[in-house]
């Protein structure tokens, strides 16, 4: 009953779903919306759809690639699912493009392609750790962030504006109201941690009370 599977086959599959783990443990550590299950069954999942492309193939005939060509539209679509629109900012990009390479990598491990796939991988980790932290050490990493600025001083107000503009950044939905303990202006904006703290300290010498939330 067991004639189609072999240890060839279960290494392979297990080799997939720990790749798939890897990448899956980074994203999850980081609270991103493609986390440990999901990257670790993508992966798994490729890599068994291209043992049965070749499977199939080798016993009935036919194209050993007509299974596996599927996975990269299929993926494509659950990509988009974790991409999300909202606020003046897109979210999910990274998290969609790290499904689209552990894809390629669970195809790598069908193809029997071992070597290749867990350099691949150890390249993704590189990519999605080192370089995260690089970005966000230099200030190049841009997040989408919500800003109350609250001042009893409402001549500071059109000064406040000026302040933003001249830190590069555009804001979104600019409101002003007043509060119980002052003017309030509120607004949503994509920053980077030097454009931030630049416009905190700036705000401050203006003694403009500063709250910031990520979106």
Known sequence: MLHDLNSY???R???AGFLGGLVGLERELRHKPAGLRTNMLICFGAALFTIISYEMAGNVGGDHTR???QIIPGIGFI???VVIRGRGGVV???SAATIFVIASVGMAVGAGMLV???FATLLLLVALVFLGVAEERFGFHVRVMNFRL???DETV???TRQIVEDARIQPHRWHTHRGEEGMVVEFDADVTYSQERELMTKLAALKVRSDIRPV
């Open 9 to 11: 086959i279960v290494a």
């Open 13 to 15: 599959l297990l080799l």
């Open 67 to 69: 299974i596996a060509a």
């Open 79 to 81: 990509g988009a699912g």
């Open 92 to 94: 999910g990009i990274t």
């Open 116 to 118: 290749t796939a867990i």
């Open 150 to 152: 609250t001042t009893e």
């Open 157 to 159: 107000l059109p000064r």
